[in-house]
């Protein structure tokens, strides 16, 4: 069984982090929208990918270092205030020796940012993927970064647990054909977060790292939601 963990709201505690820092940028553009919305309606995606579809609601282009300065802004918040979610340290412990992996839409410089931050990296390095940046770098909800972090680990999509917390996350790992967990554990969580999950086809949710290894296995010998 290969068990792989998405980042950002799943091993460290950021996307309350990052939907600040994009409502006020955003709310300087002229486009006012809550932290919680952030989170609801765009988690998961690329920044770029969020720009487009503010671009399109508004009919206005985003200044040209409007992306390098709200990411310079989310760096540095994450360097004072990022802590993992609680028990990722323990769940890592009990995992010890299995195969993972980390599968992110974060770049590569973000994401060492983050896990060495919460002192994770040394736990899942080299293992670790940025969709934009191997493969075809198609991000979430394109399947690449989870296709190939299997054939990376010769792994059948059929025995691949893909931890993930949010609707696009998930329905990557669904087109790459992995068994999927939905997960509320983290600090950005909302009323409705779980359905969100499922509706979009995770097979089960939990909100405790502490759940995961049990849950995996309990998947992988339930034969799963019919097609």
Not at 10 to 25: G, H, Y
Not at 157 to 173: H, I
Request: hydrophobic fraction near 40%; include cysteine.
């Amino acid at each position: 069984m290969l068990i792989v963990f998405d980042c950002d709201g799943v091993l460290v505690d950021s996307e309350s982090i990052a939907s600040s820092v994009e409502s006020e940028f955003f709310a300087e553009f002229g486009y006012e929208i809550t932290p919680q919305e952030v989170t609801r309606r765009f988690a998961g995606l690329t920044g770029r990918a969020v720009g487009e579809i503010v671009e399109a609601e508004t009919g206005r282009t985003l200044p040209d270092d409007f992306f390098q300065r709200s990411q310079e802004e989310i760096d540095r918040r994450l360097a004072r205030d990022l802590r993992p979610v609680p028990g990722a340290d323990e769940v890592l412990d009990r995992l010890d020796g299995q195969p993972l992996c980390v599968c992110s839409n974060s770049s590569m410089r973000r994401l060492r940012i983050s896990l060495e931050k919460v002192r994770l990296w040394d736990r899942v390095a080299p293992h670790v993927y940025s969709a934009v940046e191997v493969g075809d770098r198609q991000p979430k909800p394109a399947p690449n970064v989870y296709r190939y972090a299997m054939a990376e680990f010769g792994a059948d999509p059929r025995d691949t647990v893909v931890l993930e917390d949010t609707v696009f996350g998930v329905a990557a790992a669904k087109a790459a054909g992995a068994r999927v967990i939905g997960f509320t554990g983290a600090a950005h969580s909302w009323p409705g977060h779980a359905d969100a999950l499922t509706d979009a086809g995770a097979e089960t949710v939990i909100n405790r790292l502490a759940d995961l290894p049990a849950t995996a296995e309990a998947l992988l010998a339930w034969e799963g939601m019919p097609d």
